[in-house]
């Protein structure tokens, strides 16, 4: 009976931490993201409809970063080749900065071709 007892405390313990270091990295994300925000003058929407125009295709994610000391609006944009290719826009401006073809996320279908 102890050692079962024993058991439920040790995860217990693991749930508690988890949820600890979840919320603690959770409030951090928030406030950078909170930053990005107050730094880009281009909306979500724009940055999607500029990257659509670059780029032929779907977008599938859109994310403010900071690369290279900017805000930046990386849009992912699904091909109709099956390539994922990032749009990188400039959150202050709305201008695109560059293109890049995401290595290894070529489209697979069920099959695997």
């Known amino acids: ?54 780029v032929p295709g779907t977008v599938v994610e859109a994310e403010l970063e900071k690369k290279h000391g900017k805000t930046v609006w990386e849009v992912e944009v699904f091909g109709a080749d099956g390539k994922v290719t990032e749009v990188h826009i400039d959150a202050e401006t709305g201008t695109v900065i560059d293109t890049e073809a995401k290595k290894g996320e070529k489209h697979k279908d069920k099959k695997g071709k």
């Open 1 to 54: 009976m102890q050692a079962y007892s024993a058991y439920r405390w040790t995860g217990l313990l693991a749930i508690s931490m988890l949820v600890i270091s979840t919320s603690a990295w959770g409030d951090d994300k928030e406030g950078k993201v909170a930053d990005l925000v107050k730094d880009a003058k281009v909306t979500a929407e724009q940055a999607i409809k500029t990257a659509g125009e670059k």
